[in-house]
């Protein structure tokens, strides 16, 4: 059987940085090159970015991403590597002549020789979830085969292997000898499995081994976990790349020889789509030896989890040309672990901390303020906003929730205030139980640029901090989070021995019924037919139903759960429905 050996650049492509995107895919070209590579694959539109939303609407990025594409192939040439084929994704145009002709499509292309030989566009257009493409692209309807070095490799991207039929189904029915799908999927918690039996069923339905390249990185709420994968036909995992990391997954696989008499060029398949042969010449090879492909471990969920909070916050900083980063540290674990992401995000260099205390504020959540500092490296600061509230009280008659208020939102002006000064961005430390529940104070502790934990439950939020902190013994360091922030009872400390069950329910109750409203969408009566008290959940239906004006104005976060607060659940803030 003939030999292929792919090269895929499993890398983090920034959105709208043209050059720096073409730079890198030049630079791993390079790498792969090395390698001996016969064809070498970069992930979902890598030459602008994923997801490009409403910059696809401007002519002027479109028109800038398809001339850097071609500026691309010629840059290829000119470094030696224009005999290699390179799938580069990136936003293009339908083509005059055709129904949809100068419609934005998501597209990849094959650069050789210093030309662009071939293009498509995503035949299937995600419209769910955090994916609304139908806004933006209009769908391809060819299946592009690559003829090289006697192997016919088919070419699919991202959700045409996630629905049934279409390029999955044409491949199969042309007999190709590989598929070859280029991805910008992102993370959410538990979904590497799903990818991975998904996968082996496409694998199966198209009768040829599966190639699934993923991209890494964040932007803005996503993240994207990598994990490109070679699956065969028989459902065998061939190779798979890290979590969370670039790197370059070098695959040599033995395929089946392409048939001279299959369908013709122009043959219609599957969901209409019409056959594209390319046929990029070059012998059949066969390798006496053969690379041994990586199979890479995958993470357990807390360092999943906690892997994607890093790489969100990291991505952010970074990409928006940012240096450091603000944190009001009240002693308590939400701070806490949002610090610790924080450190291990950008370097206690780049972390601040500062403590507000007021009057209420107890002395062992200061120590351990003080303490997660000493112990994470960062700088750390003392401003005490007592003389601030003494004045706003002086000058008016606050009392109750209203007083309680004032505190957390004379935090948000001083920590915007040092922000505008020294120029740092605030980190806001809000957990999803807390604002699913509007359990947080508007332009208070919602102030901030990010949020890295606005969609990790607060019984999450305690399983992270616990392994972080045993990750760092095993490794034979101190633990970044003091042990009496993670045992002691949560408290705003807004007034005297406060507590946060005073005004919700148990975490773990609260949680659980959280998870089956917000994520599962269940209604009302479905969560007490499953065994939650009723007056519980009656209670926290309310407070999510009467929130969402909060939420809205929470700053972005990095996505790990099947439905974020963000894109994925978009509910409407005037809402009179109240049966859940």
């Not at 991403?65 to 691309?72: A, H, K």
Request: charged share 25%; proline share 6%.
């Amino acid at each position: 059987m003939p030999n292929l050996r792919l090269a895929l650049c499993q890398i983090d492509p920034w959105v709208g940085d043209l050059a720096r995107n073409s730079e890198e895919v030049l630079r791993w070209s390079k790498r792969a090159a090395e390698s001996g590579a016969d064809l070498i694959a970069f992930p979902e539109m890598v030459l602008t970015g994923y997801p490009v939303e409403d910059l696809a609407f401007r002519g002027s990025f479109v028109e800038s991403s398809r001339q850097t594409l071609v500026e691309l192939a010629a840059k290829l040439a000119a470094e030696g590597l224009g005999d290699v084929p390179v799938l580069v994704g990136y936003l293009g145009r339908a083509e005059p002549g055709t129904k949809h002709a100068g419609k934005p499509q998501n597209c990849a292309a094959v650069l050789r020789g210093g030309e662009v030989v071939t293009r498509f566009a995503k035949h299937f257009l995600p419209n769910y979830g955090v994916f609304d493409e139908y806004r933006y692209f209009v769908p391809g309807d060819q299946l592009t085969v690559l003829r090289l070095h006697g192997v016919d490799v088919a070419l699919a991207i991202c959700e045409d292997i996630w629905q049934e039929g279409g390029r999955v189904a044409a491949t199969a029915q042309v007999g190709a000898g590989l598929l070859l799908s280029v991805n910008g999927s992102p993370y959410e918690r538990d979904k590497d499995d799903v990818r991975l039996e998904l996968v082996k069923r496409r694998a199966a339905e198209a009768g040829c081994p599966l190639v699934y390249l993923n991209m890494v990185g964040a932007q803005d709420e996503l993240v994207f976990d990598g994990e490109s994968m070679v699956v065969t036909e028989t459902g065998e995992l061939l190779s798979r790349g890290p979590q969370f990391a670039e790197a370059l997954l070098v695959v040599d696989l033995d395929l089946p020889a392409a048939e001279e008499d299959g369908l013709p060029d122009g043959a219609v398949l599957a969901d209409g789509l019409r056959l594209t042969r390319v046929d990029l010449g070059g012998a059949p090879k066969e390798r006496a030896e053969p690379i041994v492909p990586e199979v890479a471990e995958r993470l357990d969920d807390e360092a999943e989890v906690y892997a994607a909070l890093v790489e969100g916050t990291r991505a952010y900083v970074r990409k928006n040309g940012l240096r450091s980063v603000l944190i009001g540290l009240s002693g308590g674990i939400d701070s806490a672990l949002v610090a610790a992401i924080a450190v291990d995000a950008i370097g206690a260099e780049h972390v601040y901390g500062v403590s507000m205390p007021s009057r209420y504020s107890s002395q062992h959540s200061r120590d351990d303020a003080a303490e997660l500092a000493r112990r994470t490296g960062l700088h750390f600061r003392t401003v005490s906003i007592a003389p601030m509230f003494d004045a706003y009280m002086g000058a008016t008659e606050l009392t109750g929730l209203a007083e309680e208020n004032l505190q957390s939102r004379l935090r948000g002006t001083l920590l915007m205030a040092i922000s505008n000064q020294e120029g740092q961005i605030v980190l806001a430390p809000g957990n999803k139980s807390e604002l699913a529940v509007g359990y947080s104070t508007l332009y208070g502790d919602s102030v901030g640029a990010y949020g890295p934990i606005k969609d990790v439950y607060k019984t999450l939020v305690f399983k992270l901090a616990r392994w972080r902190n045993a990750q760092a013994e095993a490794r034979g360091e101190v633990p970044p989070i003091p042990e009496n922030t993670i045992s002691k009872p949560p408290s705003a400390e807004l007034r005297p021995d406060q507590v946060d069950t005073d005004s919700l329910p148990d975490y773990d109750l609260l949680d659980a019924v959280l998870a089956r409203y917000v994520e599962g969408d269940e209604g009302r009566d479905a969560i007490v037919a499953a065994g939650y008290p009723a007056e519980v959940v009656d209670r926290v239906v309310r407070l999510v139903d009467t929130a969402e004006y909060k939420r809205r104005q929470y700053p972005p976060g990095p996505k790990v759960s099947p439905k974020n607060f963000g894109r994925d659940r978009r509910l409407p803030i005037t809402n009179r429905w109240r049966r859940g």
